[in-house]
């Protein structure tokens, strides 16, 4: 097993199902992009409350990030060529949505007023501010 730091947009919507001892869990799909331009899908399951109630919380095609516990396997498919198989163990998701909602909760009920663009400081040089001569 890896730890792991996913992200991606989530393909499909999140379902719920109970377990043999009746407690909830979440399975989720994470289309994560590679670096070849290409996409992997990645199976989520989330077994604690937290991480059930954001992966539930999210629609098709929310950017997500999901950190865990990662298992790699292969897959044949219908032509018999193997493919690779991620499958993840959610113990924190975190998408924009609860990013928004935690700093409005921090500043209180009003959103915060977007900042200015940052100004480029002054400085004296004393006088060495010229051109470089080579």
């Given at each position: 097993?890896?730890?792991?730091?996913?992200?991606?947009?989530?393909?499909?919507q999140?379902?719920?199902?109970?377990?043999?001892?009746?407690?909830?869990?979440?399975?989720?799909?994470?289309?994560?992009?590679?670096?070849?331009?290409?996409?992997?899908?990645?199976?989520?399951?989330?077994?604690?409350?937290a991480?059930?109630?954001?992966?539930?919380?999210?629609?098709?095609?929310?950017?997500?990030?999901?950190?865990?516990?990662?298992?790699?396997?292969?897959?044949?498919?219908?032509?018999?060529?193997?493919?690779?198989?991620?499958?993840?163990?959610?113990?924190?998701?975190?998408?924009?949505?609860?990013?928004?909602?935690?700093?409005?909760?921090?500043?209180?009920?009003?959103?915060?007023?977007?900042?200015?663009?940052?100004?480029?400081p002054?400085?004296?040089?004393g006088?060495?501010?010229?051109e470089?001569?080579?």
């Open positions: 097993m890896i730890d792991a730091l996913i992200q991606g947009r989530i393909h499909g999140p379902t719920q199902r109970n377990g043999k001892n009746g407690k909830p869990f979440a399975l989720a799909k994470v289309r994560a992009p590679t670096t070849d331009g290409e996409s992997q899908f990645v199976s989520v399951i989330a077994f604690d409350d991480p059930v109630t954001a992966l539930l919380g999210l629609g098709d095609g929310d950017a997500v990030a999901v950190a865990g516990t990662l298992k790699v396997g292969t897959w044949q498919d219908r032509e018999g060529a193997h493919r690779p198989s991620l499958d993840l163990v959610a113990h924190q998701v975190l998408s924009l949505y609860a990013v928004r909602h935690k700093r409005t909760a921090s500043q209180g009920e009003a959103p915060a007023a977007p900042r200015p663009a940052p100004t480029r002054q400085h004296d040089h006088g060495m501010d010229g470089i001569p080579f």
